[in-house]
């Protein structure tokens, strides 16, 4: 690493992140502490919860010698942002050499848990060695591992089950709304027919309501609809559950419908939860366009979990999410199950600038202007924005692998990258309007028709 190379690229661009974690670690691979310190304090002043900052941070605190300090520091960040693996397996080493090892395991699972290509297998003998073992459960497919955490929260067998199922659970989203660029007519719909119900749940069952049900998440693709979903876990700081088809479909008659039960059954001992099914079309197609009766037994046992016919659903929020809602079986559409549309459009201009400004955070920028980015990428999705940065970042990169030192990204490039991708949501809309015009009797699809401006 050429320290002074890295110093010269951030006299051009002093508030690069990336490049100033670069110098403070090219310092500290120096043993000069303080000026790695220094940097990864402008770090913090530009974003004060950068995750890797912070774990820089705590790691300087024990090179100096001051590891309760350090693992004080960490013990707070991983409450505050659980999906950090680094930290997790920063403070299990540290607390190892504490010697507690039982502890240290706890925590170096979680690392890998979150991120596998972390695993260390020089630290986990050392955890080994000094009683980091864990409990087993026989399965059927082999022993699973338990820690207490599961065993409280899921009584010992649901964890296992949990496993088997490969699938995320007692998972606290760090995503909130303000990581969401822009939405805020659809953030406020959220407010009103999921968060508020779940934080006063008195108060709406003074007016016979109950926290919880289903909602979902409609529009194009790229807009946003699992960041939403994620952030709406944050906001009432449930456990979210993020289903995909392969945790629920299963080559053995029944066995899809077991699985399912088995899904809802953990999200309503953890409630309050927020269970996501992404893609949910799949698993809640209209029936009069299957022949086997397989999918049937699916879609008639996602019926009877929504109903609560088996368990109760109080506190359990069922979201879903789909580029295709006329795909869904008009069933789920019915008082108690999906009745609730969120109709999730393109951002508009004030949250097009927004996206841009959170994409352009981490990168060398000259001439870098949101709003003009905003007003050239009318009809654009999140994805789209993505793409407009990554083909003007490719170009930057490739200027700079022929000079051999950083380019920065101008807004010329960007501007250039702009015409060249076209928006995705394009297509959507012209299915979209067809169903809002010709088969829209329930008034599903209103609002896909005040956006295109053909209802008031």
Request: contains cysteine.
């Amino acid at each position: 690493m050429d320290l002074n190379a890295l110093k010269i690229a951030l006299e051009a661009s002093p508030d690069n992140i990336p490049l100033l974690l670069m110098v403070a670690q090219g310092h500290e691979d120096q043993f000069e502490l303080e000026d790695a310190k220094g940097y990864l304090e402008r770090v913090l002043a530009l974003e004060p919860d950068h995750g890797a900052a912070q774990v820089g941070m705590a790691r300087l605190l024990d090179l100096s010698g001051e590891s309760s300090q350090a693992i004080v520091r960490l013990e707070a960040l991983c409450d505050s942002q659980p999906d950090l693996a680094e930290a997790w397996l920063l403070l299990a080493r540290l607390v190892l050499e504490e010697g507690d090892g039982p502890s240290a395991r706890k925590h170096y699972d979680r690392a890998i848990e979150l991120n596998p290509g972390l695993a260390d297998q020089e630290l986990l003998n050392g955890i080994l060695a000094k009683g980091g073992q864990k409990k087993t459960a026989m399965t059927s497919h082999g022993p699973v591992e338990l820690d207490d955490e599961d065993e409280d929260l899921f009584e010992g067998m649901d964890a296992v089950a949990a496993r088997e199922l490969d699938l995320e659970f007692r998972v606290k989203s760090d995503v909130r709304f303000d990581d969401v660029g822009g939405m805020e007519a659809v953030k406020d719909d959220i407010r009103m027919k999921i968060i508020h119900p779940l934080k006063n749940p008195e108060l709406f069952a003074s007016y016979g309501k109950k926290a919880g049900g289903g909602v979902l998440l409609y529009g194009p693709p790229g807009c946003g609809k699992t960041l939403l979903a994620r952030a709406t876990a944050g906001e009432i700081n449930a456990s979210f559950f993020s289903v995909g088809l392969h945790q629920v479909l299963d080559m053995y008659i029944g066995e899809s419908e077991s699985k399912l039960h088995k899904i809802f059954e953990l999200a309503r001992k953890a409630a309050p939860s927020v269970l996501f099914f992404d893609e949910i079309d799949a698993l809640a197609a209209d029936r009069r366009d299957m022949r086997q009766s397989a999918g049937r037994g699916i879609i008639n046992q996602f019926l009877a979990e929504l109903d609560g016919a088996q368990a109760e659903n109080d506190g359990v929020l069922v979201l879903g999410a789909t580029n295709a809602p006329w795909h869904v079986d008009g069933a789920f559409m019915r008082p108690g199950r999906f009745d609730r549309l969120i109709f999730v459009p393109p951002p508009d201009r004030e949250a097009r600038a927004e996206i841009a400004g959170i994409h352009g955070r981490e990168k060398p920028l000259v001439g870098f202007d949101p709003a003009s980015i905003a007003k050239r990428t009318e009809g654009f999705s999140g994805a789209d924005l993505r793409a407009v940065f990554d083909q003007a970042t490719e170009a930057a990169l490739n200027e700079a692998m022929k000079k051999g030192s950083v380019v920065p990204i101008t807004g010329k490039m960007l501007e250039k990258a702009a015409k060249q991708v076209k928006p995705s949501t394009r297509k959507w809309f012209e299915s979209a309007k067809n169903y809002a015009l010709y088969a829209n009797q329930s008034g599903f699809y209103d609002d896909v028709l005040t956006y295109l401006g053909l209802k008031k």
